[in-house]
């Protein structure tokens, strides 16, 4: 029995809203086929794999993110831009943690050769520091920094990580005013540590 309407996008949208509610690791062919009602077997004409299925997941989470981190730095440069970015970056994430999880994974370069958001995502990136003044290498190195802040951030709110009492938005805008003045005095290449 062919099931009707059962496609590549639909699956692979379908595993992103699962992802979001039980988590990237819990996502299976099984449970998709399942999710439909068919069997696993029905699933491999539309995708390859699971390591396929999360690729799909990965590659529209990053499309779903930078056009929230677009609308957000639109026109705006400096600590503004820093920020529009920093929240869009945040609330998508909290949003859709399993989305966002898909993001982290590990792709190959033929994975996300053809991917409009991850070129994108490191467009917009570099976009916001060169306001900065920043050039390469300094871009590359500035734009690990703040992806290595964010994520961490956000990797430790969600699991209920900040135990304190003090309010995790008001830390996370603090960190970003931080951010801002890091990036205006970026230490030149003379500067580095000894």
């Known amino acids: ?77 400096g600590k503004d831009a820093l920020v529009g970015f920093a929240d869009a970056y945040r609330d998508y994430a909290l949003e859709h943690p399993g989305r966002y999880a898909a993001t982290q994974l590990q792709l190959d370069p033929e994975d996300v050769a053809d991917s409009v958001g ?11 520091l060169r306001a900065y003044g920043l050039t390469e290498p300094d871009l590359t190195d500035a734009g690990r920094l703040l992806r290595s802040t964010f994520h961490g951030y956000i990797h430790l709110e ?3 990580g900040f135990g304190h009492p003090r309010d995790v938005r008001e830390s996370w805008a603090r960190s970003l005013d931080a951010l801002h003045v890091l ?8 500067d580095g540590i000894k």
Do not use: C, Q
């Open 1 to 77: 029995m062919v099931r009707v309407g059962l496609t590549a996008a639909r699956l692979t949208e379908a595993a992103a809203e699962m992802a979001d509610e039980v988590g990237l690791d819990k996502v299976t062919l099984s449970a998709l086929a399942r999710h439909f009602g068919v069997k696993d077997a029905s699933l491999y004409s539309h995708v390859k794999n699971l390591r396929d299925l999360r690729v799909r997941v990965a590659l529209l989470a990053a499309e779903e993110l930078t056009d929230r981190i677009a609308a957000a730095v639109a026109g705006r440069a």
């Open 118 to 128: 991850f070129r994108r995502s490191v467009e917009l990136t570099y976009g916001m």
């Open 158 to 160: 969600l699991g209920g």
């Open 183 to 190: 990036l205006e005095n970026w230490p030149s290449r003379h």
